[in-house]
């Protein structure tokens, strides 16, 4: 099984200066946001990736991430994921180009909401079966067209363990797209610190950057394929199994020691 990894990460001495660098290209990319939407493109994706690596290296965070593959990637997936914090809403663009599925609120956070929007986002309103069904058009629209989603199939942010279900809207696209899905299982070393519960984003972004312990694990297995499956409840039950799997192995039966203090 490959297990090479790459690391993204900023010294303290050079933090300052990516915070800065993270403001000036936040003005830039919240004026261009005002453009007419024809003017959106690869261009502004790519500076929206760039900013996310800004704020990584920022918030101090030590993101690695591990391919577990033992096959070669697709270049064109759709990346599902565990959910258990805010922080890979940034982190998942840092390291993947993807175009992500988001609930219809992060349409109202304020600035990021309306780059994320100017980006390129799905929005959902989960409790709302037309917005589903309009969101599924969307992302098979999107596949169509060559891009790369990122889906939480856990319907949100549901807390550190893998929630009881995953939801079928990934699998459906990539069975009828023929795209297969890059699952990616995501570890926070330190999960009483990254769990976002009620928190608000700005305080859950404050309790992460005065962690002692930021290091972040993310682990690339290989794609599930559409067409070794029939119909995307036993997809996604699948896809599920094998999460509940990963979280054994790498959280309960492997649990990584904690930074000596200091």
Not at 77 to 82: K, P, Q, S, T
Not at 156 to 180: M, N, W
Not at 216 to 230: G, K, Q, R, S, T
Request: net charge positive.
């Amino acid at each position: 099984m490959t297990r090479h990894s790459e690391k993204i990460y900023a010294k303290p001495a050079l933090r300052p200066l990516y915070w800065l660098a993270l403001l000036l290209l936040a003005v830039a990319l919240y004026l261009l946001s005002f453009l007419p939407r024809r003017l959106s493109g690869r261009y502004y994706h790519f500076l929206g990736r760039y900013w996310c690596r800004l704020f990584i290296k920022a918030l101090g965070i030590e993101l690695e991430r591990v391919y577990r593959n033992k096959k070669p990637l697709p270049e064109h997936y759709i990346l599902i994921a565990n959910h258990p914090s805010v922080l890979e809403d940034f982190a998942i663009p840092a390291l993947f180009d993807v175009y992500p599925l988001a609930k219809a609120g992060v349409r109202d956070w304020y600035v990021l909401g309306r780059m994320s929007d100017y980006a390129g986002t799905i929005f959902v309103k989960r409790g709302s079966k037309d917005s589903r069904k309009a969101a599924l058009q969307a992302m098979l629209q999107a596949v169509r067209a060559g891009k790369n989603l990122v889906v939480f199939p856990e319907g949100g942010c549901k807390g550190r363990r893998i929630y009881h279900e995953f939801k079928t809207g990934a699998f459906d696209v990539s069975l009828q797209s023929g795209v297969p899905v890059l699952p990616v299982f995501l570890q926070y070393l330190d999960e009483d610190v990254f769990e976002w519960t009620d928190q608000s984003m700005p305080r859950m972004l404050w309790q992460i950057f005065t962690a002692r312990d930021r290091r972040v694990i993310y682990h690339v297995f290989d794609a599930m394929l559409p067409e070794d499956f029939n119909e995307s409840e036993a997809f996604a039950r699948h896809a599920h199994d094998c999460y509940l799997q990963w979280e054994q192995e790498e959280v309960d039966e492997k649990k990584d020691p904690p930074l000596p203090p200091g």
